[in-house]
Each structure stands twice: as structure tokens, then as C-alpha cells.
């Protein structure tokens, strides 16, 4: 029995690490996500290629490629993972209690403020579940990087490879303090906007130019001289509220600080076009619990989140109207 064990032990034997090689791109980044040493993921892989008795990869010093061999192979060896995923995810569906390690990767502001805080709720009603989030503005690859789920901000290409979830919709708003608009006035239409300091945005997803709408639909790009330029959203409120200009701002971001009177409105009937918000993970026959949980969890956060400034203060100082 033992020696039928040892047999199939050696079968699987560096086949994940194989996997996680090709999917790497490098040995180096293979033994990071494995907690491995280089050496130890190099003599897997060897050992692996001496008992099928091929070359799986073309190795170089600065690069890797699969050969006829290994291309073949590695799709074999997808396609006995998805099933062994779907073998696990059907066993776990079963369980009422989402377990495991949850890998989540959320952009950077929204992860902050609203993403992160709404799945790491999770761990108080879950013991067994582990939530590791990473948030950054990178766009990661849900399959290759191994990650659960991925919140996304904009229009989502085409893929069959991924299941995606509206959570909501992201409108753009001008904002600036009032001590800023007490100094330099309140601009009354765009093109006022011209003489105002800007604070821009320049991180991943921005566009040339503030395109807005009017109340009729009718669409105008402002090149707003700009004295800030910064690459987080969270650091625009941040030189907003200290008066550097005026800025550029997702509904979501800029609502908690109207309400507090940190930054007002500025012409708040003009804005951009919306932006959806979706929710992804990989396409299986069956969906992990830890995934479900963190995906209602989600949905659940977003109401309380997209509220645009309901019950606001008026952006025009009393017995004032915005563009007088």
C-alpha cells in the first residue's frame, strides 16, 4: 500500500510547481508565490522533466518558453486542475461555512474606503476564513496571479474566462474648499473654469481633459490648467480640501466630505459620463462559498457607498445662486 502511494505521490510530484512556473513566467516569481527557494522550484521542475522524459520549457537567463513537449502537457495539466476545482467547489458547496484563504485585489481609494472595510467584515462572521487583500490601482490577472475575485472600476473587456457583477456606477464631480472658493470665487459656467487652479489626476484610467455634460446632455472637454498633479485619489480630496483648486472626483470619494463642509459642489449640474463598477471572479461550474460570501458582502456594502451627497448642503452660500 505504501509503495502504491509513493507511486502516485511521484506522478503529481511538481506538477503544481510546473504550473506555477509557466504561469509565472519565471522561476524567481514561481518560488515567491510558493515560498520556495529558486533552487528548490529548479530541482522540481528537473525532476518532473526527467521522469516524463522530455523538455517542458526552453530556459535562458533572461527568459522561458514552453516547448511543443511542454505546450501540450500544460494544457493537460489545466484541464485536471479545473476538474479537480470543480471536484472542490462542488464538496464546498456543501459546507454552509466559507473557509480557506480569500485573495482579493481592489483599486486603491474605492479599496480603502469602501472595497476593503466590506470584506474584511467577513473574518468576524466566518473563524475559518482568511481574507488577503491587496489593494492597488495594478490590474492583476485573476488566474495567473491566483486571486478569488477583483473589483474593477470602468467598461471590462470581453473575456469567458471571467464572471463579472455590476456593484454599481461611478459619476465624476468638481469640488473644491470653501476657503479656496471664498478667495478665488465661485467659477459660473465651464469656461470660467479656465481661470481656476486644477488639481489632476494622472493615475491609471485617466483621460485627457475633463469631459462633462451638461443638464441637456450637451458634452464639453475643459482643459483646466492644473498646479497639482497627483497619481491617488485620495491625495486630490486631500490637496482639495486643502485649497490647492479645484478638483476631479468619484461620487463615491467626494460625498463624505460635503457632508462634513470639507469641499462644495462646484457646478454641480455639470458631470461626466458614469462608469460601471463590477465585481469579478473566475468562471467555474461551481462557485467557491468564500467567493459567494465576499461577493454579496460586496453587493451589500454598495447602496450605502454610492449615495451621491443626499441631504448635502448647498454648494452656493446663502442668498447666493451657483453662477451669480
Known amino acids: 500500500m505504501k509503495a502504491q502511494s509513493k507511486v502516485v505521490t511521484d506522478r503529481f510530484d511538481g506538477i503544481q510547481t510546473f504550473l506555477q512556473v509557466v504561469e509565472s513566467g519565471s522561476l524567481t516569481l514561481a518560488a515567491e508565490r510558493l515560498n520556495l527557494t529558486r533552487s528548490a522550484v529548479g530541482k522540481a521542475l528537473a525532476r518532473l522533466e526527467a521522469r516524463l522524459g522530455v523538455r517542458l520549457l526552453q530556459r535562458t537567463t533572461r527568459s522561458q518558453s514552453l516547448t511543443e513537449e511542454g505546450q501540450a502537457y500544460y494544457e493537460h495539466c489545466l484541464r485536471a486542475r479545473s476538474e479537480l476545482e470543480t471536484a472542490e467547489s462542488g464538496l464546498e458547496s456543501g459546507r454552509r461555512e466559507p ?5 482579493a ?165 455639470h458631470r461626466a459620463a458614469p462608469m460601471p463598477i463590477h465585481v469579478l471572479w473566475p468562471r467555474s461550474h461551481h462557485m467557491p462559498a468564500k467567493t459567494r460570501c465576499a461577493v454579496d458582502a460586496l453587493i451589500a456594502a454598495m447602496p450605502a457607498c454610492m449615495e451621491e451627497c443626499r441631504g448635502c448642503p448647498s454648494p452656493a452660500t446663502p442668498g447666493q445662486t451657483e453662477g451669480s
Request: proline residues 6%; aromatic residues 6%.
Open 99 to 103: 473557509r480557506g484563504r480569500l485573495r
Open 105 to 269: 485585489s481592489v483599486p486603491l481609494a474605492f479599496g480603502h474606503h469602501h472595497a476593503a472595510p466590506a470584506l474584511l467584515g467577513l473574518i468576524d462572521r466566518y473563524p475559518q476564513l482568511q481574507v488577503d487583500v491587496s489593494i492597488s490601482d495594478r490590474t492583476v490577472d485573476l488566474l495567473q496571479d491566483g486571486y478569488d475575485l477583483a473589483v474593477r472600476i470602468g467598461e471590462l473587456p470581453d473575456s469567458d474566462r471571467l464572471v463579472a457583477r455590476r456593484l454599481g456606477e461611478q459619476t465624476i464631480v468638481l469640488a473644491a474648499a470653501p476657503a479656496y472658493l471664498a478667495r478665488f470665487g465661485r467659477p459660473a459656467d465651464v469656461a470660467a473654469l479656465a481661470q481656476h487652479r486644477g488639481i489632476d489626476y494622472c493615475g491609471p484610467g485617466r483621460s485627457q481633459g475633463w469631459a462633462l455634460r451638461d443638464p441637456q446632455g450637451h458634452l464639453q472637454t475643459v482643459q483646466l490648467p492644473w498646479r497639482a498633479r497627483l497619481d491617488d485619489l485620495q491625495a486630490v480630496a486631500d490637496a482639495a480640501i486643502a485649497g490647492a483648486g479645484v478638483a476631479w472626483l468619484p461620487n463615491w470619494l467626494l460625498a463624505r466630505y460635503v457632508q462634513s463642509g470639507q469641499l462644495e459642489r462646484v457646478l454641480a449640474d
